[in-house]
């Protein structure tokens, strides 16, 4: 059968038989640069007794062997643009953490931003008949739950079950062995155009590696930026990128939305570029030596070299005050910041009961930031790091590689989701999700 069903499931099967091997790569491929890192398990005799549900899974016993970054090319709004570019970058950051590691690695698991996310809630319920609950009642009722017609451009990247109730107790992680009479399931979909997920698997195919795994940047920035505390009681981590800003809601240490801006770091520069009438490159080095969203006194003094090489020697030595630069990067961050609320509004985030909001990515490295944010998205905001990962150099543990840290958890304890349920082909209970699988049959 070949569907997405089964698509999803050959990729966990590679990934279980990579980590056998005992090396996977990890490639997070963004719109400002691609980073890979190569994790090492030691192993895997502890992964049989951790690989339950997801959330209930502790981080698992890897270390990162090789890292490497590349800036990115042929990649825009998190998108590819330019496959041959884009290849070559891929193919650059693979090699230079292959060096480093002193391994060869065949399996990738990859991330990536844009794509238009849209999230869906659905929900499926089985009758029990007052018996323990098995792996095949938890198949049964996820394959109840109806499929809403996506649309036969769009494909399935992420479907979790958040949540599990059992007569009239809910909020369970696992139900399994448990005894009751009606066990109920809500499960989160999210769905992204295909035209996005099939150019990115034919890049990484044309780069000699097999994809063990696909992730939304979104989710994995907030397995990492998220503290436990924040994924339980509810918050969102806004990743910050270059083309693009990821934003994901975590509860119950699930993720229950995601959504994608397309306005990121590169925009910012972009303004400053037409703004002082510089190249880009010039722009995201002011950017980032003096770049801020937060004007004071002392800025109107302090005085910015432009700098540049055009010949014409008025134009190389203008300066610009640091007031002038915030002046025009600013607006454009509150413009991001602006479309993300809306977002958030729009995804019910007021409803929550724990209203934190963690920000993430490399753009989130503006200083200046942590107090213009919660003028806009509310008070409790911070800027998040990603967790500590063994192995992982000092370089690569700033904002801007949440996403990649987020992907390593996510590599050793995948949450888990509908197709690693065996779900038996004739017991679909509900019509529309059979039309689900027709519609997964004819897109792969």
Same mark, same amino acid.
């Given at each position: 059968?070949?569907?997405?069903?089964?698509?999803?499931?050959?990729?966990?099967?590679?990934?279980?038989?990579?980590?056998?091997?005992?090396?996977?790569?990890?490639?997070?491929?963004?719109?400002?640069?691609?980073?890979?890192?190569?994790?090492?398990?030691?192993?895997?005799?502890?992964?049989?007794?951790?690989?339950?549900?997801?959330?209930?899974?502790?981080?698992?016993?890897?270390?990162?062997?090789?890292?490497?970054?590349?800036?990115?090319?042929?990649?825009?709004?998190?998108?590819?643009?330019?496959?041959?570019?884009?290849?070559?970058?891929?193919?650059?950051?693979?090699?230079?953490?292959?060096?480093?590691?002193?391994?060869?690695?065949?399996?990738?698991?990859?991330?990536?931003?844009?794509?238009?996310?849209?999230?869906?809630?659905?929900?499926?319920?089985?009758?029990?008949?007052?018996?323990?609950?098995?792996?095949?009642?938890?198949?049964?009722?996820?394959?109840?739950?109806?499929?809403?017609?996506?649309?036969?451009?769009?494909?399935?990247?992420?479907?979790?079950?958040?949540?599990?109730?059992?007569?009239?107790?809910?909020?369970?992680?696992?139900?399994?062995?448990?005894?009751?009479?009606?066990?109920?399931?809500?499960?989160?979909?999210?769905?992204?155009?295909?035209?996005?997920?099939?150019?990115?698997?034919?890049?990484?195919?044309?780069?000699?590696?097999?994809?063990?795994?696909?992730?939304?940047?979104?989710?994995?920035?907030?397995?990492?930026?998220?503290?436990?505390?924040?994924?339980?009681?509810?918050?969102?981590?806004?990743?910050? #990128? !270059? *083309? +693009?800003?990821?934003?994901?809601?975590?509860?119950?240490?699930?993720? @229950?939305?995601?959504?994608? $801006? %397309?306005? /990121?770091?590169?925009?910012?520069?972009?303004?400053?570029?037409?703004?002082?009438?510089?190249?880009?490159?010039?722009?995201?080095?002011?950017?980032?030596?003096?770049?801020?969203?937060?004007?004071?006194?002392?800025?109107?003094?302090?005085?910015?070299?432009?700098?540049?090489?055009?010949?014409?020697?008025?134009?190389?030595?203008?300066?610009?005050?640091?007031?002038?630069?915030?002046?025009?990067?600013?607006?454009?961050?509150?413009?991001?910041?602006?479309?993300?609320?809306?977002?958030?509004?729009?995804?019910?985030?007021?409803?929550?009961?724990?209203?934190?909001?963690?920000?993430? #990515? !490399? *753009? +989130?490295?503006?200083?200046?930031?942590?107090?213009?944010?919660?003028? @806009?998205?509310?008070?409790? $905001? %911070?800027? /998040?790091?990603?967790?500590?990962?063994?192995?992982?150099?000092?370089?690569?543990?700033?904002?801007?590689?949440?996403?990649?840290?987020?992907?390593?958890?996510?590599?050793?304890?995948?949450?888990?989701?509908?197709?690693?349920?065996?779900?038996?082909?004739?017991?679909?209970?509900?019509?529309?999700?059979?039309?689900?699988?027709?519609?997964?049959?004819?897109?792969?």
């Amino acid at each position: 059968m070949t569907d997405i069903y089964s698509q999803q499931r050959a990729m966990r099967a590679m990934r279980e038989a990579a980590m056998q091997r005992g090396v996977i790569a990890i490639l997070d491929i963004g719109s400002a640069k691609i980073g890979c890192l190569i994790l090492r398990f030691d192993g895997p005799e502890q992964f049989r007794d951790s690989d339950g549900v997801g959330s209930l899974a502790g981080q698992s016993a890897f270390r990162v062997i090789g890292a490497a970054t590349t800036r990115s090319r042929g990649v825009r709004f998190g998108e590819i643009d330019a496959m041959a570019e884009t290849e070559r970058a891929i193919r650059t950051a693979v090699q230079a953490a292959q060096k480093m590691a002193n391994i060869r690695v065949d399996h990738v698991i990859a991330c990536f931003s844009g794509a238009n996310p849209r999230s869906y809630g659905l929900d499926g319920v089985v009758e029990l008949d007052g018996r323990a609950v098995t792996e095949d009642d938890v198949a049964r009722v996820l394959a109840a739950c109806d499929m809403p017609e996506i649309g036969d451009d769009r494909e399935v990247l992420h479907a979790q079950p958040v949540n599990f109730a059992l007569d009239h107790r809910s909020g369970l992680g696992d139900p399994r062995g448990q005894i009751g009479n009606r066990l109920a399931a809500d499960l989160h979909v999210l769905t992204v155009d295909s035209d996005v997920i099939q150019n990115l698997l034919y890049c990484i195919k044309r780069c000699d590696l097999e994809v063990a795994g696909l992730a939304s940047s979104a989710y994995v920035s907030g397995i990492s930026a998220l503290v436990e505390d924040e994924q339980e009681l509810g918050a969102a981590c806004i990743d910050l #990128g !270059g *083309g +693009s800003t990821g934003l994901s809601i975590f509860m119950k240490k699930h993720m @229950i939305y995601a959504d994608c $801006v %397309r306005l /990121g770091g590169d925009h910012v520069t972009s303004d400053i570029s037409k703004g002082l009438q510089v190249p880009l490159s010039t722009a995201e080095r002011i950017k980032t030596f003096y770049g801020g969203v937060i004007a004071t006194g002392m800025d109107d003094r302090e005085m910015i070299e432009i700098g540049g090489d055009t010949g014409d020697w008025e134009h190389d030595r203008r300066t610009v005050s640091r007031a002038e630069l915030i002046g025009i990067m600013r607006p454009r961050v509150e413009e991001i910041l602006e479309e993300v609320r809306m977002r958030l509004d729009a995804a019910g985030f007021d409803h929550l009961p724990s209203q934190s909001i963690v920000l993430t #990515g !490399g *753009g +989130s490295q503006i200083p200046g930031l942590d107090s213009l944010a919660p003028k @806009i998205l509310g008070q409790n $905001v %911070r800027i /998040g790091r990603p967790l500590r990962v063994q192995g992982l150099p000092q370089a690569a543990t700033g904002a801007g590689f949440a996403s990649a840290v987020g992907l390593c958890l996510f590599a050793a304890h995948p949450q888990d989701e509908w197709w690693d349920f065996e779900m038996p082909a004739e017991s679909y209970p509900a019509r529309s999700f059979r039309r689900a699988f027709k519609w997964f049959k004819d897109n792969w």
